[in-house]
């Protein structure tokens, strides 16, 4: 059983930084999100994509933030100059949707960024 | 607007005890709703979910039942164990085919044997 898997786990990085994480879905999993969760909240949609390409944005996502699927497998979040608040835990999810049918979600343990 | 409100924790229960986290949503349409729970190191996992009024979801000995007078999705257990000490978010989606998701804040259940 593979999962969803996000590397690394955790990043430190300094204000002003890029910072680029990567997300293994489930083999064969059409959709793939990305979410944020800050201390004390629950997680918040940012962008979703079916196979290679991103479907929908969420406002919280500015323009320091972009998404990649290159080839409807793996997928890539990167920041680019960081700021203190974009520290938080950034997960990923993957799901299998047929014909509009709505399959459960897989979640991958997150990574964890911590902007100095 | 859209949105959901959980119970603030923590929670802190004995073994076998009753478990009740309130949860609340507000939707413009039907949405279907869920509980996830986090178990500490872990990621996110679905533990019910319910599709339309009146539905009840149930896993694990939890159960929860979709209540469209009240916009309600309470999440109960009749006994906990020291093995669901987690955290339990409530969540609703957006509408349509995606798993766009709304959670709440989420509330931490601590069960001492």
């Known amino acids: 059983d593979t999962g969803v898997s996000q590397n690394p786990r955790h990043k430190i990085t300094k204000r002003g930084q890029n910072v680029t994480f990567r997300c293994d879905p489930i083999?064969?999993?059409?959709?793939l999100y990305w979410y944020r969760q800050t201390l004390g909240q629950g997680p918040e949609f940012l962008t979703y994509?079916?196979?290679?390409?991103?479907?929908?944005k969420s406002r919280l996502l500015s323009d320091r933030f972009s998404a990649e699927r290159p080839k409807g497998s793996f997928s890539t979040l990167e920041i680019q100059r960081t700021e203190q608040g974009d520290s938080a835990m950034y997960l990923c999810?993957?799901?299998?949707?047929?014909?509009?049918?709505?399959?459960?979600?897989?979640f991958g343990s997150g990574t964890q960024l911590s902007v100095l | 607007g859209n949105s959901v409100t959980q119970m603030e924790g923590p929670v802190t229960l004995s073994e076998e005890a009753f478990l009740t986290i309130n949860c609340t949503y507000t939707a413009t349409g039907y949405p279907s709703l869920f509980w996830y729970v986090q178990y500490p190191g872990e990621g996110l996992q679905l533990l019910l979910k319910?599709?339309?009024?009146?539905d009840k979801g149930s896993n694990k000995g939890f159960e929860a039942t979709y209540r469209k007078e009240t916009t309600s999705f309470h999440l109960e257990k009749g006994s906990v164990q020291v093995s669901d000490s987690a955290v339990y978010f409530c969540a609703r989606n957006y509408g349509g085919a995606t798993n766009k998701l709304i959670f709440g804040t989420g509330t931490l259940l601590a069960v001492q044997p």
């Open positions: 994509f079916q196979n290679e390409a991103q479907l929908e």
């Open positions: 999810a993957s799901s299998l949707t047929i014909q509009g049918m709505r399959e459960k979600l897989f």
């Open positions: 319910a599709t339309k009024a009146d």
């Open positions: 083999s064969e999993h059409n959709r």
